[in-house]
């Protein structure tokens, strides 16, 4: 469960969630200890919607509007020299080429 996701329910939806998910763990963590629970991940990824839910929960208290943006990844410059940069280049320059006989068509 993304926090984004989280965000966009009310508090009252919040805080059923929350309490669903807490039962969940108390029933994941008894067949733990029964030795029925295969996948030991399900707590783990519960625990941390736990905490997800209630960091969105005290930003609503506290009136926190968090502004969620993709960010761009950065785009890494390699060096000047280097055969990777030419093989690069060429094939760029061969997708021009192709792109405007294609256009020429």
Known sequence: MKASDI?????EELQARLLEVKKNIFNLKFQ??????DDLMKIKNLKRDVAKIETVL???ELGIVVKVTEKEKPVKKSKPG???TKQKAAKTDEKKVKEETVKDK
């Not at 965000?7 to 508090?11: A, G, H, W």
């Not at 733990?32 to 629970?37: E, I, N, P, V, Y």
Request: aromatic letters at 6%.
């Open 82 to 84: 280097s055969s990777r």
């Open 58 to 60: 005290r930003e609503k």
């Open 7 to 11: 965000r966009e329910f009310s508090r």
């Open 32 to 37: 733990k200890a029964s030795g029925q629970l």
